[in-house]
């Protein structure tokens, strides 16, 4: 389980990349484990409260989710965009890591 220091350190990381760019925050997630190396699924833990509603206001932007009752991994929204591939794919969701507003 990632500390409050690590979860705020890679939440800055983020934001910084984001106004460096023209990228929203799920773009800049996945490019940030690109260019770290970072697995998707780690970056998902690291994800604190405010990088979450981000998260949750760009895949709503995206269409990804359709209303706030809708839950989806985190790591489905950032691997689904990865993977050029905006759509919930039931076979990966293993529930492991939600959004909680």
Do not use: Q
């Amino acid at each position: 389980m990632p500390t409050k220091d690590e979860m705020a350190k890679f939440a800055k990381e983020i934001h910084d990349l984001v106004s460096r760019t023209d990228y929203n925050y799920i773009e800049a997630i996945t490019a940030y484990c690109k260019e770290t190396g970072l697995e998707i699924e780690v970056a998902a833990t690291l994800c604190n409260a405010n990088l979450k509603a981000r998260l949750e206001s760009d895949a709503m932007d995206n269409n990804m989710l359709k209303d706030k009752g809708n839950r989806l991994p985190i790591w489905v929204l950032l691997l689904s965009h990865k993977n050029n591939n905006p759509t919930y794919n039931k076979e990966n969701y293993y529930g492991w890591f939600t959004f909680r507003p």
